[in-house]
């Protein structure tokens, strides 16, 4: 069974002003040291942020279960320092002044050049790898992903607020990441030679600094022999995090396993798929990943669904996708929540929602 795993970013926010805030060098630390159940914690590149790093899994249950348990453990540190931690793709009010980098030397050198940018960056998403068995494998995967990512997207769609204001979009930090040099979908790729005649071609610019600077929504990670897909936003609750990550095992198990051939997507459809998906979320029109045909959310989910089936069924994951789908269609993404939740009591709300679903 192909392992799996997630890297997950969370904003400290401040119960006192709602803002993101960098905390204190003692309870960063504090942060910083936390584990539970296998998961880490690592800084992020806001000193506002902190990220877990999942162990390997296999299976369902007891990714879920492990989710779940750090985010417990991870909401009781910040309550204990007297602070709060969220999962969303935005914090829906950021401060007037430039956002306090992380003090690493990679980050430092990020900043130095592009600093309008990167004190910006107020932005959380959810990693997911995925096992492969070689790059050649991966290179298969990635040109096969890059029609589901906008898909994603939608699904994942949980930042609609910046700035203290709705921007119109379900997914505003995949429309925030297009001011980065190398971002969105990944290109189609000959084979693994062009992957790397690529890969070397940016990192011998003068704007890309390493491979972890090349922010595609899916890439061949560099310290894992994983596919890394990173286009959907930090989901507010752990059930949606492992419904997307069981969704991406299962397109990489297709991709790798028997999918009919099919035309590679224009470049410029899918840049235009994705800008609908963060717009939209799940509501409005869609492109059908398939086809290229407009469609609806739902018949685009259920194009997902047909594409996926038989590895849901080799992983025993059918019924765990059927109902995390219907349920995103019922209840909303992140984006619908958040902004059910505003309507209902402003940005106290929101925030207390969101930080509620990681306490639970």
């Known amino acids: 069974m192909r392992t ?3 890297e997950e970013e969370f904003f400290i926010i401040s119960p006192l002003t709602g803002l993101p805030c960098a905390p204190p060098a003692s309870a960063r630390a504090e942060l910083l040291a936390l584990t539970a159940g296998g998961t880490t914690t690592v800084g992020e590149f806001l000193a506002c942020q902190v990220e877990s790093n999942s162990p390997v899994f ?5 990714a879920l279960a492990t989710v779940r348990n750090y985010r417990k453990a991870l909401s009781q540190t910040t309550i204990d320092l007297g602070l709060r931690v969220v999962a969303l793709g935005t914090p829906p009010r950021i401060p007037d002044a430039p956002a306090v980098v992380s003090s690493t030397d990679r980050y430092r050198a990020i900043t130095s050049l592009c600093e309008g940018i990167a004190t910006d960056h107020y932005l959380s998403g959810l990693h997911v790898h995925a096992g492969i068995e070689d790059q050649e494998s991966g290179v298969i995967a990635l040109n096969e ?4 990512l906008p898909v994603l997207t939608a699904c994942g769609s949980n930042s609609p607020y910046w700035r203290g204001s709705d921007s119109g979009f379900a997914s505003w930090r995949n429309i925030h990441y297009r001011r980065w040099a190398i971002q969105g979908i990944p290109p189609h790729f000959i084979d693994l030679p062009d992957y790397q005649r690529r890969m070397q071609f940016m990192l011998d610019s003068d704007v890309v600094l390493d491979s972890g600077h090349i922010s595609w929504g899916a890439r061949l990670s560099t310290n894992y022999p994983t ?5 959907a936003d930090a989901q507010m609750s752990a059930s949606n995090a492992v419904l997307l990550a069981l969704i991406v095992r299962s ?7 028997g999918a009919p051939p099919a035309v590679p997507p224009l470049s410029d459809s899918l840049d235009l798929a994705q800008w609908q998906a963060a717009k939209f979320g799940l ?3 869609h492109f059908d990943p398939l086809d290229g045909r407009k469609t609806s959310a739902f018949n685009m989910l259920r194009s997902l669904m047909d594409y996926i089936q038989h590895a849901l069924k080799q992983n025993g994951d059918s019924d765990y996708v059927s109902e995390g789908l219907t349920r995103l269609i019922r209840q909303g993404t992140g984006a619908d929540i ?5 309507h209902l009591g402003g940005f106290n709300a929101v925030l207390d929602e969101a930080a509620a679903v990681i306490a639970n």
Do not use: A, P, Y
């Open 4 to 6: 799996f795993g997630m």
């Open 58 to 62: 296999t299976d369902r249950t007891e």
């Open 145 to 148: 992903l890059r029609r589901w």
């Open 227 to 231: 596919v890394e897909v990173r286009i």
């Open 251 to 257: 397109l990489v198990d297709t991709s790798l396993n």
């Open 283 to 285: 509501h409005g029109n």
């Open 338 to 342: 958040q902004r059910n939740r505003f």
